[in-house]
């Protein structure tokens, strides 16, 4: 039995985000902009680790990908040929009482405004194209039109050739790319979830035609194990298949991994089989021949395409929910029953891995600290901090999902050792300075 989606979940992390730094309404002091957000000093930790394992699993650990970083700004014929000109439109009704809008495939009931409660009140849908357009150099008007990539896809199939002869690597390769997209969604919404500015974390998998259904199911399985690696729970991840009519305009088999967000099961990554249908497009439009000889087989083919595409900033917003709790607890020192809350995120996840906290600001103490520091920042994302009581600041670490938070005690002077506490069992060890690294090391490699 999956667990039940927990609706209260989502304002507590809402509010933990902001008041912990992770994540911020863009242009706040003006009234903000759009559910577009920016990303705090904790949350750029987070996003940038999110990004850094996914590129470790696809790229570091494998000899068989490489790497792309393709412009964001990209010219009409790259979208007239991908076909997203034509189809990458989503339904759009009007309500006709309120004048809101929405996307038809989204409503609970398509028959009912979720705003105003109307019944019958929509348009007829519209497609709406979610691309976002804009003029390259002072003059606006044809010829100078571009567009913001709404997928980073195409910069891989576009780049084709151009990584085949650079690279040495045959089909079954992979080109990966982690970037910002960009798509006019019409009803943004559930905090970073959908947004119209967002990352992605793609890889298109080449192969041959025939082995496409064998990788297909590989590249399944690999996704859903990664976020189970990083310590999401089996029961809150689900692979989902696309039925018929859900299937994009490229595709002849996808599925979504889906987790279970406070509002219900919903996406973080699609693995498609593209097939051979973007080479094609772009061969047929450039006019460049985007195939390869397999001289083993001594035949030419155009490679199928697999495609595992993530979101990063949505990803990092399920570790995030994944890693929530509550729990109550004897304060620490005092033995007093508290709550507290705690992120427990794995720890290649978590933003800082240990906090320096010497115990008091007095001058004495922060020699050892530096020392301490010093001796972490090489090797590890630290948090420094020093004021306030010491439980607060624990629990200030809990809410960032610190594992580890390094206390230098007035005995530290005279021992040169330091206390080190353990983000989920609150034990605490006591430990040399010099012995320091060699104690943090297996716990957080
Ligand atoms: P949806 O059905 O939710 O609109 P999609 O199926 O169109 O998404 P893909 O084109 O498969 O999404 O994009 C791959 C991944 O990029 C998604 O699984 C998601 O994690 C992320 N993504 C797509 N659109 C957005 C968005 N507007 N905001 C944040 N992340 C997004």
Not at 122 to 143: D, I, S
Not at 325 to 350: K, N, P
Request: glycine share 6%.
């Amino acid at each position: 039995m999956p667990p039940a989606p927990d609706p209260t979940l989502f304002d507590k992390v809402v509010n933990l985000c902001k008041r912990r730094g992770f994540v911020f309404p863009s242009a706040e002091i003006y009234g903000g902009f759009r559910s577009t957000y920016d990303y705090g000093p904790v949350g750029v930790l987070l996003l940038r680790n999110v990004k850094e394992e996914w590129w470790r699993s696809m790229v570091q650990l494998r000899h068989d990908v490489v790497g792309l970083d393709a412009a964001i700004l990209s010219p009409p014929a790259i979208w007239e040929a991908s076909g997203h000109l034509q189809n990458f439109t989503d339904p759009l009704v009007d309500c006709r009482k309120c004048r809101e809008r929405f996307r038809l495939d989204k409503l609970d009931d398509p028959n009912e405004c979720p705003n105003c409660h109307a019944k019958g009140s929509f348009t007829e849908a519209r497609h709406f194209n979610l691309m976002f357009k804009t003029y390259a150099g002072p003059v606006e008007g044809t010829g100078a039109e571009v567009y913001l990539r709404p997928e980073t896809a195409q910069g891989m199939f576009v780049n084709f050739k151009n990584v085949l002869e650079t690279s040495r690597k045959r089909p079954p390769f992979g080109i990966a790319q982690i970037g910002k997209s960009f798509r006019n969604e019409i009803t943004p919404g559930n905090f970073v979830f959908r947004t119209r500015e967002f990352e992605q974390m793609e890889m298109e998998y080449f192969v041959p035609p025939d082995e496409a259904e064998k990788w297909y199911e590989y590249w399944c399985d690999e996704r859903l194990r990664w976020y189970v690696d990083l310590g999401i729970r089996e029961d809150q991840l689900r692979l989902r298949a696309h039925d018929e009519e859900e299937l994009s305009h490229y595709s002849s088999a996808t599925s979504d991994v889906e987790f279970l967000f406070p509002w219900g099961w919903d996406e973080l990554e699609g693995i498609a089989n593209r097939t051979d249908y973007d080479l094609r497009q772009h061969a047929q439009a450039s006019g460049e021949s985007l195939d390869y000889f397999d001289p083993a087989l001594g035949e030419r083919y155009v490679p199928y395409v697999i495609e595992p595409a993530a979101g990063a900033t949505r990803t990092a917003m399920a570790f995030l929910m994944a890693a929530y709790d509550e729990e109550e607890v004897a304060r620490e020192g005092q033995g007093q029953g508290e709550s507290r809350t705690v992120l427990r995120f794995h720890h290649r996840i978590a933003p800082y891995k240990v906090a320096v906290l010497p115990l008091s600001r007095k001058p004495e103490l922060q020699e050892p600290a530096n020392e301490v520091l010093g001796l972490l920042q090489p090797h590890y994302m630290c948090d420094y901090d020093e004021t306030q009581a010491i439980g607060r600041r624990y629990r200030r670490q809990d809410e960032l999902g610190t594992p580890y938070c390094v206390t230098i005690d007035f005995d530290t002077l005279d021992d040169r050792a330091v206390t080190v506490r353990d983000r989920d069992s609150m034990a605490q060890d006591r430990v040399q300075i010099d012995a320091l690294l060699d104690h943090l090391e297996p716990k957080l490699s």
